[in-house]
């Protein structure tokens, strides 16, 4: 039983998730004055070990942008017009006013080269500094928090003018017997339910 308890004790814990500030104390800036980044993302990226469940905090504000990318292509251009949405990502914080503060924070949820940059400017940001590669490892994998299926795409509503949906008509009827208990238990079934998923 000692034993155990010494094996216990001396075994060391389970690696946690990382919060890495993108650029450390810098942030994310871009100087307009230098017409370059405030410091160099690159050298930072490489001093850091990036693990799948780890997030990026990207300290900032509205004058830079922070773009997500799986693409070289697209990283290496700094242009993300003609980019997928399935492999670019825009992130903001929802505000348009000009020099406002922002924390954004990235979940690192795909294994291999991901690239960031800004693209404000037409891509002058990103071609003057403000970007960077990392190669994200496996390390534990995912959390159950972030290993969750992508939502289904989004699709817009039918319109007034759509035609409306066809009427489908279900064979067989009521059973015969106790009906009316049988659908009364079904009700408060279905109620039970959405008073469950209300709380």
């Not at 990382?18 to 230098?34: I, K, M, R, S, Y």
């Not at 003057?128 to 939502?151: M, R, T, W, Y």
Request: contains cysteine; glycine residues 8%; negative net charge.
């Amino acid at each position: 039983m000692a034993l155990l308890i010494a094996i216990a004790a001396s075994a060391t814990p389970a690696a946690s998730y990382t919060n890495h500030t993108v650029g450390g104390d810098a942030g994310w800036f871009f100087n307009t004055t230098t017409n370059t980044s405030i410091i160099d993302y690159s050298k930072w990226a490489a001093n850091q070990t990036f693990s799948l469940g780890d997030f990026l905090i990207f300290k900032t504000n509205t004058n830079q942008t922070v773009v997500q990318t799986y693409n070289e292509t697209t990283y290496q251009s700094c242009n993300t017009d003609d980019a997928s949405d399935d492999d670019t990502f825009h992130y903001d914080a929802g505000s348009n006013e000009f020099g406002e503060a922002w924390t954004i924070a990235v979940a690192l949820t795909i294994e291999g080269p991901n690239y960031y940059l800004s693209d404000a400017d037409d891509g002058v940001q990103c071609q003057n500094g403000l970007s960077f590669a990392i190669d994200v490892k496996h390390g534990q994998g995912l959390p159950p928090s972030l290993n969750q299926p992508p939502p289904p795409p989004y699709m817009e509503p039918p319109s007034a003018d759509s035609p409306p949906s066809p009427t489908v008509a279900v064979a067989g009827g009521q059973p015969s017997g106790n009906g009316d208990s049988r659908n009364a238990a079904n009700m408060r079934a279905v109620l039970g339910v959405l008073l469950l998923l209300l709380v």
